[in-house]
């Protein structure tokens, strides 16, 4: 129960955060739960290929550290995407602006 009050934090922390970097919202929640899950199976399986006589413990420990490292990968990604991306041109309703009629 604690496990999946986690990622629905962590999922909504990369919403906002996606969402205050002008990038899809819904993208980066999805890729925040894959890269959880991952993360957690390839660390586990590395630990288990290095030593096959891991205790439960261990590979639950690894787990969880390979689940960090890669929503903290994700989230590096995450940042350095909104680094990148254009600001979005804000629009003006008003027909004139401020150039008078000679400078046209």
Known sequence: MLGILILVGIVMVFYRGAQSRNLNGILYGILSIVAWFAAQFLAAM????????SSEMELIAWGLFGSLAGIGILYAVMVNAGKNKA??????DEIMDDTSIDNL
């Open 46 to 53: 590395l630990k288990i290929s290095i030593d096959p006589y």
């Open 87 to 92: 600001p979005k041109d804000s629009f003006s």
